[in-house]
């Protein structure tokens, strides 16, 4: 029977927690209580139990002073917040753009070489999303030597800009022999 008397004194102190007032009941706040509009804010609970919200549009005590709250939609007034621009989708660098930026770079190549006189743009390959490598070939020839040059040009986009800068270069250059003159037959 010692449970039944525990189950009896828990009851008995929950009647007399009940009997006591709520806090809403145990101190009535007035609008006249609050320095700013924002303070009184604070104080508006749902179903409005200090009556701070005369007119039911979620803002209390409208007629105080700012600083004003500015959360509206939770019973909050003042003036709505600029809401921020999604942010921009991926970038994808695309292949035509790599291209001609490396097709630009070959030549920029060729015209700082004084050994090669033209440019051609080979293969290029996506290595990622902002990345691509392209391969081209420089050529050149003189009265004694030919040089060929192997570039491979790397595109990247940087905060959606894309840029050309050459990844490596490997030049050979053939010397012809000297052939003696061959008589002119008349």
Same mark, same amino acid.
């Given at each position: 029977?010692?449970?039944?008397?525990?189950? @009896?004194?828990?009851?008995?102190?929950?009647?007399?927690?009940?009997?006591?007032?709520?806090?809403?009941?145990?101190?009535?706040?007035?609008?006249?209580?609050?320095?700013?509009?924002? =303070?009184? =804010?604070?104080? @508006? @609970?749902?179903?409005?139990?200090?009556?701070?919200?005369?007119?039911?549009?979620? /803002?209390?005590? =409208?007629?105080?002073?700012?600083? $004003? !709250?500015? &959360?509206?939609?939770?019973?909050?007034?003042?003036? =709505?917040?600029?809401?921020?621009?999604?942010?921009?989708?991926?970038? *994808?660098?695309?292949? !035509?753009?790599? +291209?001609?930026?490396?097709?630009?770079?070959?030549?920029?190549?060729?015209?700082?070489?004084?050994?090669?006189?033209? !440019? !051609?743009?080979?293969?290029? +390959? %996506?290595?990622?999303?902002? %990345? /691509?490598?392209?391969?081209?070939?420089?050529?050149?020839?003189?009265?004694?030597?030919?040089? &060929? $040059?192997?570039? %491979? /040009? +790397?595109?990247?986009?940087?905060?959606? *800009?894309?840029?050309?800068?050459?990844?490596?270069?490997?030049?050979? &250059? &053939? +010397?012809?022999?000297?052939?003696?003159?061959?008589?002119? %037959?008349?």
């Amino acid at each position: 029977m010692k449970l039944g008397g525990l189950v @009896l004194v828990l009851a008995a102190a929950l009647v007399a927690l009940s009997a006591l007032p709520s806090t809403a009941a145990a101190r009535d706040y007035d609008c006249a209580d609050f320095n700013n509009q924002a =303070e009184a =804010e604070e104080y @508006l @609970l749902p179903g409005d139990p200090y009556n701070l919200d005369g007119d039911n549009d979620g /803002i209390a005590c =409208e007629d105080l002073p700012c600083p $004003c !709250s500015s &959360t509206p939609g939770e019973g909050g007034g003042g003036e =709505e917040q600029p809401t921020a621009p999604p942010p921009p989708p991926p970038y *994808h660098l695309k292949m !035509s753009t790599a +291209r001609s930026l490396a097709r630009a770079a070959a030549r920029k190549f060729t015209r700082r070489n004084p050994k090669v006189s033209v !440019s !051609s743009l080979g293969a290029c +390959r %996506r290595r990622g999303e902002r %990345r /691509i490598d392209c391969l081209a070939t420089a050529r050149g020839e003189s009265s004694s030597s030919r040089t &060929t $040059c192997r570039l %491979r /040009i +790397r595109v990247t986009a940087v905060d959606r *800009h894309p840029k050309a800068a050459l990844a490596f270069s490997n030049c050979r &250059t &053939t +010397r012809f022999a000297r052939s003696a003159a061959r008589p002119s %037959r008349s």
